[in-house]
């Protein structure tokens, strides 16, 4: 069993390589053309999966910004600094202000939800036939 294991790590290698360089945009391949990194890797398994990791790869890419075509994100996640709060007093207020308007429409909630099981449960009231 163990004879066989450098045959799937190269393998397994292989495979990755080959999806990897598949998927890799063409602006971020390094060195020689996709195509060229791609039949390298295929006809080569060993040696063309090494290059790849090592001269072919590019290394991480940063996001791109909304300036460069991202989806919208919320802007007040991208400001540097963003976590630390300006001003502990605002913020306490904020957070009280949130508390109250969220125990308001519980209570609305639970005021609706009592007024509908009474609805259901009270028998409608008779008409006198008078």
């Keep these: 069993?163990?004879?066989?294991?450098?045959?799937?790590?190269?393998?397994?290698?292989?495979?990755?390589?080959?999806?990897?360089?598949?998927?890799?945009?063409?602006?971020?391949?390094?060195?020689?053309?996709?195509?060229?990194?791609?039949?390298?890797?295929?006809?080569?398994?060993?040696?063309g999966s090494l290059a790849w990791l090592v001269v072919g790869r590019s290394g991480r890419e940063r996001p791109l910004t909304r300036e460069q075509g991202a989806?919208?994100?919320f802007p007040e996640y991208e400001r540097p600094g963003r976590a630390a709060a300006a001003d502990p007093e605002k913020d306490a207020e904020f957070l009280r202000q949130v508390r109250e308007r969220a125990e308001e429409q519980r209570r609305r909630y639970e005021a609706e939800r009592r007024r509908r099981e009474e609805a259901e449960t009270d028998p409608e009231p008779e008409a006198d036939a008078g």
């Design 71 to 73: 989806a919208p994100g």
């Design 1 to 47: 069993m163990i004879r066989f294991l450098p045959a799937v790590l190269v393998f397994v290698l292989w495979v990755f390589c080959v999806v990897d360089v598949i998927g890799t945009p063409e602006r971020r391949v390094r060195h020689l053309p996709k195509v060229a990194w791609i039949i390298l890797v295929l006809f080569f398994p060993l040696v």
